[in-house]
């Protein structure tokens, strides 16, 4: 299809009553622009080499995205799931004709929350793309999350000073889960000329995204904002996966591992790994998946009982009668979903996350005293990576997630798209507005619950906890 030649021409498309892709706020909406700048892209071209660095004018006109271009979620239909009952999401990329002119632009890039694997990739990413492909002049990195907006001096970031620091954990910035303000950021902004802000972070900062947006639009200010979903245990809904997710699976693999290993080494021996995970099971689902040495995997979304014909110690009682050791995954937030249990949340910590008890030392002086009562001289060894996850570098599967939604984020930046994230959504980029991936609850994968719990061996007893039988090796 051709190319729609100019942006107010896709706006114009998207607004339309007959349109039923999900709409993604614009500047336009409240700027009350009636003739759009219609500024050529820098990246259109009939050249693939431009100049040593490369970057500008290599895409040819047809390569340019459609404003009709959508992608539906979910993509498999059956009699309970038709396509019309689909949602039609924007589909990302560069558009030809833009909103910003390069030379006007700078732009701000901020990290927010907990650390994950990639932070420092995405911010390599959005530096380089901003710099050779849109040929910005002027990029700040803001230091420790949103407070660093008013609080610390900002730094100004090129190709040359983030040299290399896609192949290093954390992120160069700086991180925290507190100081949000969106008063004082927004006066920032104005103050120092930006009309470009790149938030990577997870629910809580895509919550703030809305906030700021919803002031830049009140006071009627030439800012975008654009979320690039960082979560680790991959519980943003719509999206397939954040990246680090897969990072994290990975590096989980080792703490089993050492897990199986101590288990298998005692006479009765018990490994116990705690995952990330506060109120998605996704790590620990994945990861018990993924080694096949994991018997029994606890996850927040379904309740267990620890005592009783059915409970978690009988089940590991029986088990090391019958198989000498046993291997359990656990995510962080299992103890609120322990049926009768006294495990209180601790309150919560500044960004206002609950502060979980620490399940994994509960289970183990249960599971041993339980085991001891019953003849049984139970050795646990208790293993928690958490933080050594969170600080690796990412993979190469994380990693490319990374540079694809971080270009996304400048394209429909540059489009004039605002309050948007950018992420794949059926293997295909596209543009959410801020609004359905915080205002919505996660889905529970259901169908890799249910193919852990169909791998029950009959020579085990059945257990009426439902957090996942993973093994019986």
Known sequence: RRCVQETGNELLFLDSPTCDIIKVPHLAHYLGNTQFPNIISPLLGDSKFRSVYGGEGFLPEETFLDARSFIINPAVFGPHQTIDKSQKYLRAGPRRNNFFRPSEVTAAIVTCGALCPGLNSVIRELVLALTYNYRIKKIYGIQYGFKGFYTYGWLELNPENTSGIQQRGGTILGTSTCGFDAEKIVNSLVEKNVNQVYVIGGNGSHKAIYDLFLLIKERKLPITIAGIPKSIDNDIPILDRSFGFQTAIQEAQRAIKSADVESNCLEYGIGLVKLIGRTSGHIALYASLASRDVNICLIPEFQYELYG?????????????????????????????????????????????????????????????????????????????????????????????????????????????????????????????????????????????????????????????????VSQV
Do not use: W
């Open 309 to 469: 014909p059915g409970g978690l110690c009988e089940f590991v009682y029986e088990r090391l009668k019958l198989r000498r050791h046993c291997v359990i995954v656990v995510s962080e937030g299992v103890g609120i979903s322990l049926k009768g249990s006294n495990l209180r949340k601790l309150g919560k910590d500044e960004s206002g996350n609950p502060i979980l008890p620490d399940v994994g030392l509960y289970l183990s002086k249960e599971l041993v005293r339980y085991c001891k009562a019953k003849g049984i001289d139970a050795s646990l060894k208790y293993i928690d990576p958490t933080d050594m996850i969170k600080t690796v570098p990412p993979n190469s599967s994380d990693s490319f997630i990374c540079s694809m939604i971080a270009q996304n984020a400048i394209h429909g930046s540059f489009a004039g798209f605002t309050c948007f994230t950018t992420a794949n959504v059926n293997n295909r980029g596209c543009f959410i507005p801020v609004s359905y991936t915080h205002l919505r609850a996660h889905e529970t994968p259901e169908h890799l619950v249910c193919r852990l719990l169909l791998e029950k061996k009959k020579n085990i007893p059945q257990t009426v906890f439902v957090s996942c039988i």
